[in-house]
């Protein structure tokens, strides 16, 4: 009898250590990939000119995780400005950020689908 009332009390605490882990692991999710894909939104329809040269110094505080992805966009953007032609390397680099930015938004659907 005392044994099934512990295996009852140590199951509830368990189903509710499960809980939280699946409701914490979705907001990490949010907050990690929805700024990722928040940092891309806004690279794809910032303006660009020519002369810009801190076209992607927006939203780097100087913390690791920020210039990360100002670095990455930045090899990014230096690459298609190598490979494509000059009328065309600007729309396919924010193409490729919005396609970024859009696998990000799933990734953070996918996270919350199965609650």
């Not at 140590?10 to 499960?18: D, F, H, P, V």
């Not at 065309?88 to 609650?115: D, E, R, S």
């Amino acid at each position: 009898m005392v044994c099934k009332w512990l295996a009852c009390i140590y199951g509830e605490a368990r189903k509710e250590r499960i809980l939280i882990i699946d409701i914490l692991g979705p907001i990490i999710f949010t907050l990690i990939f929805g700024y990722v894909a928040l940092f891309c939104f806004v690279v794809t329809f910032k303006r660009y000119n020519e002369d810009d040269v801190d076209h992607l110094e927006i939203l780097s505080l100087d913390m690791e995780i920020f210039a990360l992805l100002s670095f990455v966009f930045s090899i990014l953007l230096k690459v298609c400005r190598n490979l494509l032609p000059k009328y065309l390397y600007m729309y396919v680099f924010k193409l490729l950020t919005f396609m970024i930015g859009l696998l990000m938004l799933f990734i953070i659907y996918l996270a919350w689908a199965p609650l």
